[in-house]
């Protein structure tokens, strides 16, 4: 097995388990990184005076790769 | 969320919106796995009259309630909430027919997966269509599901175009 194979697949093993958490403890997670994404908006657009002055609705987020989920 | 949920309650209890739905990222997190957001997105209606201040009785008793506003927003526990009135017939229909899901012990409504496609759908951008993407891959919604809201919506057009460019070999 390839070092590039076992990387895909601690990968896809690791997205698995993400889209396996319940709908509250994803928000959860969102909340953990929310601080971190804030602040590398800010540090792009300098002249936004809010974290949410300059973004229409419904858009204020940084996909991620997405997988299987039906909670 | 939990307080996001309990105010949203609350709100509507008390009249001063007649309905509201989480979308946006928060909703899409239902049904992928979950995506960075800066902030809860909430689609609301409000009762009549309605008025060119359509949200000032939201912030009114948000500040009664010690949430100040942040930006566009309204700072809610851990979460800056975008009040957005339904602004379509589609946003009016997703509203609707939300989904009551239960946010640890509290009820709370969201967007029903087809119609958080079909609006990502109707805005456009790169973030929207990886949202339309993720929800595909998860199977909460079907491509076929997708397009026959989307004509329903005068979107068909968009819809063919958005095939073509991402899941048409």
């Not at chain 1, 388990?17 to 800010?42: I, N």
């Not at chain 2, 993407?133 to 809201?149: F, M, N």
């Not at chain 2, 004509?151 to 899941?167: I, N, V, Y």
Request: aromatic letters at 6%; glycine letters at 6%.
């Amino acid at each position: 097995m390839t070092e590039t194979r076992k990387l895909l697949e601690r990968q896809a093993t690791w997205q698995k388990r993400r889209a396996a958490l319940t709908w509250p403890e994803k928000v959860h997670m969102a909340e953990a990184v929310r601080e971190s994404a804030a602040q590398l908006s800010r540090a792009r657009s300098p002249m936004t005076t809010g974290v949410s002055a300059s973004r229409r609705p419904g858009t204020g987020e940084v996909p991620t790769r997405q997988t299987k989920n039906d909670n | 969320m939990k307080e996001v949920a309990e105010l949203l309650n609350a709100m509507r209890d008390a009249g001063v919106i007649s309905e509201y739905a989480l979308f946006g990222a928060i909703a899409q997190m239902r049904y992928t796995e979950p995506v960075a957001t800066l902030d809860a997105d909430v689609l609301v209606a409000v009762p009549p009259p309605q008025t060119l201040e359509l949200l000032k009785p939201i912030y009114e008793f948000c500040a009664a309630r010690g949430h100040r506003p942040e930006g566009a927003a309204i700072r809610v526990g851990a979460w800056p909430v975008q009040f957005v009135p339904v602004f379509s017939r589609l946003t009016q229909e997703a509203l609707e027919e939300a989904e009551s899901a239960d946010f640890e012990g509290i009820p709370l409504r969201v967007v029903r997966a087809d119609h958080l496609a079909v609006i990502a759908l109707s805005v456009g951008g790169a973030k929207d269509f990886a949202r339309i993407l993720g929800l595909l891959e998860s199977s909460s919604v079907s491509r076929e599901q997708v397009a026959r809201l989307a004509a329903r919506h005068g979107l068909a057009d968009a819809w063919t175009r958005f095939e073509a460019r991402f899941l048409n070999d």
